[in-house]
Structure formats: C-alpha cells, structure tokens
C-alpha cells in the first residue's frame, strides 16, 4: 500500500511559480512511476507529467511541456512539479498518482494506469 499526500497549492499569478510535493508512504517509493494529474472545475482529470522510478525518464503533456518539471527524491519519497510561466488554464486540483513498475524506464501517462492516488492539492491562477 501507498499513500500519496499532496502539498504546495495555491493563488499565483499568472507568470508565477509554484513547487507541488507529494509524500509518499510505503518502502519502496523507489520502485514506482510516479504522475501528476491535474482536474479543472468541469473537465476531465487530464495527465500532466510523469517520471520513472529511477528518474532517468520523464514525460510531459504538450500544454506544460517547457514550463513545468517533474523530479523526485527517492530518499525522501517524494516526487515534486515545479510549474513556472503559470497561466489561468493551468488552475486546476493536482493530484499525483503512483504505479508500481518493473522496469527502471517505464512510465505510464493513462489516470487508469496507476493504482494509488492522493486527494489532491488545488491551484488557482489569477490572470
């Protein structure tokens, strides 16, 4: 089992910054992909990023690719998403998800791929 807490939300600007983290229980963090994930009022849960369990891997939706960057620290089971150049359309919850893999590279960018999820942390951009 796996729990995911998520944190860093909140009001920005727009062409603002912020660092999501997502704390992770369970021994071994190491062994997961982990995603973020993202739902605006109204939309579908979207895929936003996601990184392999070694880190060496990562892949971005095309909307925040070049503005936002996914990382983790294995020793401290936490997975981060920094998301700079914010705009409105990025105000959204952030949830970040977690899927154990058996290979070092794979990542996985489907919500139903990933088995654990956290409860989310709310973004809102002003424009």
């Known amino acids: 089992q796996v729990q995911l807490v998520e944190s860093g939300g909140g009001l920005v600007q727009a062409g603002g910054s912020l660092r999501l983290s997502c704390a992770a229980s369970?021994?071994?963090?190491?062994?997961?992909?982990m995603g973020w994930f993202r739902q605006a009022l109204g939309k579908e849960r979207e895929f936003v990023a996601a990184?392999?369990?070694?880190?060496?891997?990562?892949y971005y939706a095309d909307s925040v690719k070049g503005r936002f960057t996914i990382s983790r620290e294995n020793a401290k089971n936490t997975v981060y998403l920094q998301t700079d150049s914010l705009i409105f359309e990025d105000t959204a919850v952030y949830y970040c998800?977690?899927?154990?893999?058996?290979?070092?590279?794979?990542?996985?960018?489907?919500?139903?791929?990933?088995?654990?999820w956290g409860q989310g942390t709310q973004v809102t951009v002003s424009s």
């Open positions: 369970g021994r071994t963090f190491s062994r997961y992909v």
């Open positions: 990184i392999s369990w070694s880190g060496g891997s990562t």
């Open positions: 998800a977690a899927r154990r893999a058996y290979t070092s590279d794979a990542l996985y960018i489907r919500a139903e791929d990933y088995n654990y």
